[in-house]
């Protein structure tokens, strides 16, 4: 595992928009990206938009594949997470929004859901990259802790700690859906690479807790110290409880 020291967010989205643009072009487009949502990576689609118009590069061939989705939110509702992505990245490049796919939460059938978006990332060949944030309680996508590790794209009862946490961006904290749709971490086990960003002091914890090793379904990062090619980009303020 190759961990990344920097000094801040900025500086963390600034090497991961790096390594994400350099997969894009040495594979001249043909990947299928890993994308997540909340706070950590905002700043990573930032910079590659500002990268991709910089150097005029065409990203018409990526295939995007999110983490998860709410349940019961549609797409133009704010707090969705399809909404986040043509907000934050999609709206901004060149990647043909056919081309980018989170599962349904507004799928009549949430199970059937499950298995089909599964078999999507399958049949599109899986994924080269993913990019992955990390909950207080060491959550990747929304893969509460007890999860077991052989999940793959599942439905979930989101864990109080995680509501809490996702209040902050809907009015109340009732408004935040109770259920979403997540890969597993078998399907996210399944990605050939792997981008973990941890910032910020809120995530001293979890980070300190990852870096200790110890492989448990109680805390699902963890499972990625098995995987043969995982990133780890943390700022100092997530770092600061390993001095
Ligand atoms: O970056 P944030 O907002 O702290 O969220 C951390 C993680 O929580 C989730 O948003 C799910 O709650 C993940 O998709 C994300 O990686």
Redesign the pocket.
């Known amino acids: 595992m190759n961990v990344i020291y920097v000094k801040d967010s900025k500086e963390m989205s600034e090497k991961a928009a790096s390594l994400l643009f350099s997969r894009m072009k040495t594979t001249e487009g043909q990947l299928n990206l890993g994308l997540?949502?909340?706070?950590?990576?905002q700043g990573t689609y930032e910079e590659l938009i500002k990268k991709t118009r910089a150097a005029n590069q065409s990203f018409a061939q990526v295939k995007t594949f999110n983490?998860?989705e709410y349940v019961g939110l549609s797409e133009e509702n704010h707090q969705s997470y399809r909404y986040y992505m043509n907000t934050h990245f999609f709206n901004h490049i060149d990647i043909p929004i056919e081309q980018t796919f989170l599962p349904n939460g507004m799928a009549l059938n949430l199970e059937e859901e499950c298995a089909r978006y599964e078999q999507l990332i399958i049949d599109n060949g899986g994924i080269d990259v993913q990019l992955?944030?990390?909950?207080?309680n060491g959550?990747?996508?929304?893969n509460e802790p007890g999860t077991p590790f052989s999940e793959e794209t599942h439905l979930v009862k989101?864990a109080q700690e995680?509501k809490e946490?996702?209040a902050r961006y809907f009015n109340d904290q009732s408004e935040v859906p109770s259920q979403?749709i997540t890969m597993g971490i078998a399907s996210i086990m399944r990605a050939k690479e792997i981008v973990l960003?941890i910032?910020?002091e809120?995530?001293a914890d979890a980070f300190a807790k990852f870096m200790n090793g110890t492989l448990s379904e109680q805390f699902p990062a963890s499972i990625l110290e098995t995987h043969e090619n995982v990133t780890v980009i943390v700022d100092e303020a997530a770092a600061n409880k390993m001095n």
């Open positions: 997540a949502t909340g706070g950590t990576p983490l998860d992955l944030g990390i909950g207080s959550h990747i996508g929304f989101l995680t946490a996702n979403a960003l910032s910020g809120n995530k």
